[in-house]
């Protein structure tokens, strides 16, 4: 069982949206490939996705997410903390998010990691990570 569908057995998912981009453009996934640069992220939306289409046709969709952790200190105090995280969803995956989420929606995501880098108008580097979803549940409620 993998773990998007461990998260849909879940008790505590009230409505479970599944979608496998993957399936869509008839790959088929190799085993040693799926270990490989895989994340897991179960969290909040942190704005309304901002989608657009790009000059091919493609569709684009990024939105930024958050994750929170918590653990206790060394004197007993309780710390919470927020990773936020960079999104970007191709196509069909951009389709959905575009019609079904919002900023405060939470989702559970599979994607991998990607590092792209640009000059800015000074002509300085720039890197941004982001994660591509090829996989995505709405978690929640409907409303």
């Known amino acids: ?3 998007l569908s461990q998260i849909c057995r879940s008790e505590s998912v009230q409505v479970c949206y599944k979608f496998n981009s993957s399936k869509d453009m008839g790959t088929k996934p190799n085993t040693m490939n799926k270990l490989r640069n895989r994340v897991q992220l179960i ?4 704005m309304n996705p901002d989608v657009k289409t790009l000059e091919s ?6 939105f930024s997410l958050a994750t929170n952790d918590s653990y206790t ?4 105090e309780k ?5 936020w995280h960079n999104v970007i969803a191709w196509n069909k995956t951009a389709d959905l998010v575009e019609s079904y989420l919002q900023k405060g929606k939470e989702v559970a995501l599979e994607g991998k990691l990607t590092t792209r880098s640009w000059d800015d108008e000074n002509g300085n580097k720039k890197y941004i990570t982001e994660i ?3 996989e995505i549940l709405f978690l929640g409620s409907k409303g």
């Open 57 to 62: 046709g493609t569709k684009l969709a990024k």
């Open 43 to 46: 969290g909040h939306l942190g």
């Open 132 to 134: 591509v979803c090829n």
């Open 79 to 83: 710390i919470e903390e927020t990773e």
């Open 73 to 76: 200190n060394t004197k007993g």
């Open 1 to 3: 069982m993998n773990f």
